[in-house]
């Protein structure tokens, strides 16, 4: 991973489309970054019922 390049499954900028740089990391941490994701949506969707 490049040097300041952020996390795996987290995008550059907070709030940013984390999978905004997926064509610039390696192959190898795509499902690293897809896992990531998939939680994140999972715990924002688990919140909609609490509304």
Not at 1 to 29: F, I, Q
């Amino acid at each position: 991973m490049p040097a300041g390049a952020p996390p795996a499954g987290t995008s550059a900028a907070d709030g940013g489309a984390p999978l905004a740089d997926l064509a610039h990391r390696p192959v190898a941490e795509h499902v690293a970054v897809f896992e990531a994701e998939h939680a994140r949506l999972q715990r924002e969707l688990g919140t909609i019922d609490q509304l």
